[in-house]
């Protein structure tokens, strides 16, 4: 079946320590984003991709790192350095994306990340 | 920068009833995208509305866009308890989408 797929589920991180979180997609899209959701917060974009070997920056990239070197996969690394690392994290997905394209936008699954 | 502000926040109905949703945008709309979501889950894709006055079904949920493109209202009818989750509208800000905070759509027997 096409999709995302988000793994793991579920992470526990050690203050200090670096964890990744991986996205895979088999739609055959060239561009893919990272979203963080807190309560009552909405989403909002930590990367995106629109071509292999290129990324940049959303709303909230401070303390984030992102690798695209497949089309298919966008691992994104919660350092040390995100103050506030505790979240639920959402990959997705599309054609490329411009303003108008009415192009859809699809979400994996997600992945929880709590601090401990 | 666009904001997008939902209201309500936070909604309890009985099952059968109807219910409306808005979305209200601090620009003018290039698209507006309306997703579900359970809590805890991905965002699932209901609908995409680009042209003022438009409409779209699907099923029992209706979505408008305004003519001014600033607003969108999602309506459903008869709701079930599969209705039951998160609601988000999202605008198309070129690059990205940016959301607003969401409707918890609570439908009890």
């Known amino acids: 079946d096409g999709g995302i797929t988000q793994s793991p589920k579920y992470l526990f991180r050690k203050e200090g320590q670096n964890v990744t979180l991986s996205c895979e997609q088999n739609l055959n899209h060239d561009a893919m984003y990272w979203y963080r959701q807190d309560p009552g917060q909405g989403l909002r974009l930590i990367y995106y991709?629109?071509?292999?070997?290129?990324?940049q920056k959303g709303d909230i990239a401070e303390g984030y790192s992102v690798s695209r070197e497949k089309k298919e996969s966008f691992p994104l690394t919660v350092t040390s350095a995100q103050k506030n690392p505790t979240a639920f994290y959402l990959c997705?997905?599309?054609?490329?994306?411009?303003?108008?394209?009415?192009?859809?936008?699809?979400f994996g699954e997600g992945s929880w990340l709590t601090v401990v | 920068s666009q904001e997008l502000e939902q209201s309500p926040q936070s909604l309890i109905v009985q099952e059968g009833k109807n219910l409306t949703i808005n979305c209200t945008s601090s620009?003018?709309?290039?698209?507006l995208y309306w997703y579900k979501q359970k809590y805890g889950e991905g965002l699932i894709f209901l609908m995409m509305?680009?042209?003022?006055?438009e409409e779209k079904s699907h099923e029992k949920i209706t979505a408008k866009l305004d003519e001014k493109k600033q607003q969108s209202s999602l309506h459903i009818t008869a709701s079930q308890p599969s209705h039951a989750g998160i609601y988000l509208c999202?605008?198309?800000?070129?690059?990205?989408?940016?959301f607003g905070t969401g409707t918890r759509l609570q439908v009890f027997p």
């Open positions: 991709s629109q071509i292999v070997n290129d990324f």
């Open positions: 997705a997905s599309s054609i490329v994306q411009r303003r108008g394209s009415g192009n859809t936008i699809y």
């Open positions: 620009k003018t709309l290039y698209g």
């Open positions: 509305l680009q042209k003022g006055g």
């Open positions: 999202g605008a198309d800000a070129g690059y990205k989408l940016i």
